[in-house]
């Protein structure tokens, strides 16, 4: 039977927790009350351990783990409620909230899992979590967390302070003044040891930090050779939402890296064409995620700049290194050992990605501390000069 489970299960990352308060609660919520629960829901949660990102703040948060053999026909959701309060500085809670719509089409042997993230500043902090159903089933649970720098790392976050993946820095100004139009294409393709938290970590500074550009989103999975999301005018702001457009997508069953799949550069060259034949050009494009390697090379007829082309093409690229320093998936996710990348890859593998930013005459910056993600970030102010 723990097998059959293993086989369906659902993976469902929502990373959408957004800081409200109490007033803004959904009505369902505002009036749930201590012993207002029809029952307990059964779940578990695992708590994730504050963790330093590439923004120079620490990412905690939590998984959620539930069978779906309590739920009949559709429309079935959760609420996710809770407080984050610092020991230290003013001692006031910072409550978060979040919903999730749970799949029409889970199977009664399936388990939903549902990641969620929140940020801090160095410091110990109280959170008080619960999760209620639109059957009244609550799940409530308490945990202590700090947050310490191990070296002399510069903290982006001030101590004692919460936030969600949108939060900001009132006194923080945009750092870039180029390029003018920006289009980040995000590679969502779940390689191990690259959980959306690890990819979050990365755009997450970059949207931030080219701010004072108008910034197209184009996210897609290589493996699927499909485009998922696309949007113009993309904020910060717009982080938890993009999270939730594409969640139900991530945890989709995938093949290896190394299987034979040529559509991957059908998929690159449509973007890559719709980059430098596009009315309004962007002065930078840039690629953003885990590599992809398969075992077909590029084909003669692939995209390649014209003189004086815009734009310039760049790849943000984060090595396995850093990626390690974030929590593994949970064992009964079943994320394939043939998805682990070696350290010495066979000559007859091709990086897609790497090979298309050099196809545009691009900069590729590898990237495995905060740093590192701040010198390329500068490049690419520069226009790759």
């Given at each position: ?188 393709a779940r390689t191990e040891g690259y959980p959306w938290t690890t990819l979050l970590a990365v755009l997450t500074p970059l949207v931030e930090r080219l701010s004072s550009a108008s910034v197209r989103l184009v996210v897609f999975n ?38 034979h799949q040529a559509g991957v550069w059908d998929l690159l060259a449509k973007l890559v064409n719709s980059e430098i034949h596009s009315t309004e050009p962007a002065d930078a494009v840039v690629f953003v995620g885990a590599p992809w ?93």
């Amino acid at each position: 039977m723990h097998r059959a489970i293993i086989a369906a299960m659902l993976v469902r990352f929502a990373l959408a927790q957004s800081v409200t308060l109490p007033e803004r609660l959904p009505k369902a919520v505002r009036d749930f009350g201590p012993g207002a629960a029809r029952g307990e829901l059964s779940c578990a949660v695992e708590v994730l351990q504050p963790v330093l990102n590439f923004a120079s703040r620490f990412q905690a948060g939590y998984v959620v783990r539930a069978p779906m053999n309590t739920y009949r026909g559709g429309g079935h959701h959760w609420d996710v409620v809770f407080t984050v309060t610092p020991r230290e500085g003013s001692g006031q809670p910072v409550l978060f909230t979040d919903s999730v719509d749970l799949p029409d089409d889970a199977s009664s042997d399936a388990i939903e899992e549902v990641h969620g993230l929140f940020l801090l500043g160095e410091g110990h902090y109280h959170v008080k979590w619960s999760m209620l159903d639109d059957l009244g089933r609550a799940f409530r649970k308490e945990w202590d967390l700090e947050a310490k720098a191990t070296g002399k790392e510069t903290i982006a976050m001030p101590s004692g302070t919460a936030g969600d993946l949108a939060w900001r820095s009132a006194t923080e100004a945009p750092a870039s003044n180029y390029p003018h139009r920006v289009t980040l294409l995000v590679n969502i393709a779940r390689t191990e040891g690259y959980p959306w938290t690890t990819l979050l970590a990365v755009l997450t500074p970059l949207v931030e930090r080219l701010s004072s550009a108008s910034v197209r989103l184009v996210v897609f999975n290589l493996p699927q050779q499909r485009e998922l999301f696309r949007e113009d005018g993309f904020t910060l702001n717009g982080m938890n939402r993009l999270v939730h457009a594409t969640n139900w997508l991530t945890g989709r069953a995938q093949p290896g890296p190394f299987k034979h799949q040529a559509g991957v550069w059908d998929l690159l060259a449509k973007l890559v064409n719709s980059e430098i034949h596009s009315t309004e050009p962007a002065d930078a494009v840039v690629f953003v995620g885990a590599p992809w390697w398969i075992q077909e090379g590029m084909p003669s007829g692939f995209p390649k700049p014209d003189k004086g082309m815009t734009p310039r093409f760049f790849s943000v690229h984060y090595s396995n290194a850093y990626a390690r320093r974030f929590p593994p998936p949970h064992p009964a996710v079943g994320w394939q050992s043939d998805m682990q990348i070696p350290d010495q890859l066979p000559s007859t593998l091709f990086d897609t990605i790497k090979q298309t930013v050099l196809r545009m005459n691009g900069k590729i910056s590898v990237i495995q501390t905060p740093a590192d993600l701040s010198k390329a970030i500068a490049e690419i102010d520069r226009g790759g000069k």
